[in-house]
């Protein structure tokens, strides 16, 4: 799954596969972009963590990995 928590004191753990597909390392910084995705719950229903995996699963290898 691909789907970071936060911890009790605010970080998150960006998974492996996220880390090697984006060639992250320590050190690296990244932005997230929250204005542009503003909203886009509510019009989808407000969906669950293995609704939203499903999706990712889809675009990713072309079909829900957990179907």
Known sequence: MN???????????????????????????????????????AELGNPTEEEIQSWVDEARYGKAENA
């Open 3 to 41: 789907i970071a928590r936060v911890s009790a004191n605010g970080q998150i753990t960006v998974p492996v596969e996220i880390r090697r597909l984006l060639k992250l390392k320590e050190g690296d910084k990244v932005l997230f972009l929250q204005k542009a995705f503003a909203g886009v719950a």
